[in-house]
T-cell receptor
Framework: QKEVEQDPGPLSVPEGAIVSLNCTYSNSAFQYFMWYRQYSRKGPELLMYTYSSGNKEDGRFTAQVDKSSKYISLFIRDSQPSDSATYLCAIIYSSASKIIFGSGTRLSIRP | NAGVTQTPKFQVLKTGQSMTLQCAQDMNHEYMSWYRQDPGMGLRLIHYSVGAGITDQGEVPNGYNVSRSTTEDFPLRLLSAAPSQTSVYFC??????????FGPGTRLTVL
């Protein structure tokens, strides 16, 4: 079993829709949870970062962590064509440890 | 700050050739790592380093060597290139904030 599972998509939604991206993880020792966005032919860039259960908002983006279910989500409100990218979840045990990435979900927002 | 830089951006090799992918960061980060990204496989960790003079293997280290003689540089060496090493390679660095910054990537094709 992979440590982090992520549906690869592709996911296609119309502009303005709410997007939900999800990952599950297997080890309850993971402490830090991140979402990266990767545009085509570019390196991943950090989008959201959290270490606690609950919600964290940043503009149109909300990261949600449910440690009891080992489930993390990224919600995008009022989605825009510029949000079209691959989104990767990532988790780590601690500051000194390796980052484990999900396989990424390819998202396309239709104008 | 230039962030994380990688050279070259593109490279074509013949089977059996060797080469070095260069990576440098100017953020004084202790933690650096190399990933390869293949379709459907997400980011897989090749090697990482927690500081100058210290390196360790990641998930897929075979066929690759690294060294870390300075904090700034973390080159990745392919000893004898194989078609299975055709991939996009990303270098990343991380400071104490847990935020990992990625370079723009090197697209490698091995014929």
């Amino acid at each position: 079993q992979k440590e982090v599972e992520q549906d690869p998509g592709p996911l296609s939604v119309p502009e303005g829709a709410i997007v939900s991206l999800n990952c599950t993880y297997s080890n309850s020792a993971f402490q830090y949870f991140m979402w990266y966005r990767q545009y085509s032919r570019k390196g991943p860039e950090l989008l959201m970062y959290t270490y606690s259960s609950g919600n964290k908002e940043d503009g149109r983006f909300t990261a949600q962590v449910d440690k009891s279910s080992k489930y993390i989500s990224l919600f995008i409100r009022d989605s825009q064509p510029s949000d079209s990218a691959t989104y990767l979840c990532a988790i780590i045990y601690s500051s000194a440890s390796k980052i484990i990435f999900g396989s990424g979900t390819r998202l396309s927002i239709r104008p | 700050n230039a962030g994380v830089t990688q050279t070259p951006k593109f490279q074509v090799l013949k089977t059996g050739q060797s080469m070095t992918l260069q990576c440098a960061q100017d953020m004084n980060h202790e933690y650096m790592s190399w990933y390869r990204q293949d379709p459907g496989m997400g980011l897989r960790l090749i090697h990482y380093s927690v500081g100058a003079g210290i390196t360790d293997q990641g998930e897929v280290p075979n066929g690759y060597n690294v060294s870390r003689s300075t904090t700034e540089d973390f080159p990745l060496r392919l000893l004898s290139a194989a078609p299975s090493q055709t991939s996009v390679y990303f270098c990343a660095s991380r400071g104490t904030s847990d935020t990992q910054y990625f370079g723009p990537g090197t697209r490698l094709t091995v014929l």
